[in-house]
């Protein structure tokens, strides 16, 4: 039986909702595993809407839409309120508290993460967040290695801040 796992991200751009979802991607490929990704955004060239919508099986995908994900990282408070009308009990919704009141009529599970406070506080940028969420979501796919994240996401990235996107990454991962 084909295991589809769907991932939603969504913010604002200049979160990194784009490169999380090109690194999940790309981890996903090295893994031999299908992935596609769609992506939406608004005109604006930085804090306009944005979506990445990432489907990985290990079978061909029939269909790139996410419509019920299994985990949802909702980088702002409209974000959140756009899709968590697609979250099921079984989904985990990633959100920053500080950003993000979860609906307490939701059924759907909820994880709390500080990223901005824990980037700037143990990196000292607020910049690393994403890198934090993608971290903390990492750890639940058991279908993705740490090594071909790792890889993914220094193929992804600029090379002069691997050493605090790894940290980023392992700091996520630690939650």
């Known amino acids: 039986m084909a ?3 769907e991932i939603l991200i969504s913010g604002f751009g200049g979160q990194g909702v784009v490169r999380i979802g090109q690194i999940l991607g790309q981890a996903a490929v090295y893994e031999g595993l299908f992935t596609t990704m769609l992506i939406s955004h608004g005109t604006e060239t930085r804090g306009g809407y944005v979506r990445s919508q990432l489907v990985i099986s290990d079978e061909f995908i029939d269909s790139p839409v996410v419509e019920r994900p299994d985990y949802f990282c909702a980088f702002s408070a409209i974000a959140y309120g756009m899709f968590k009308v697609l979250c099921t009990p ?3 919704i990633l959100h920053n508290p500080d950003l993000v009141t979860p609906d307490s009529a939701l059924s759907a599970r909820h994880w709390a993460i500080r990223a ?12 690393f967040a994403n890198v934090i969420f993608l971290g903390a979501l990492s750890s639940k796919l058991k279908s993705i290695s740490s090594e071909n994240l790792v890889r993914a996401l220094q193929d992804r990235l600029p090379p002069r801040y691997h050493e605090q996107n790894l940290r980023a990454l392992e700091l996520g991962r630690s939650l």
């Open 3 to 5: 295991e589809r796992i």
């Open 90 to 92: 079984q989904s985990l």
């Open 116 to 127: 901005e406070s824990l980037a700037e506080r143990e990196l000292g940028n607020a910049v």
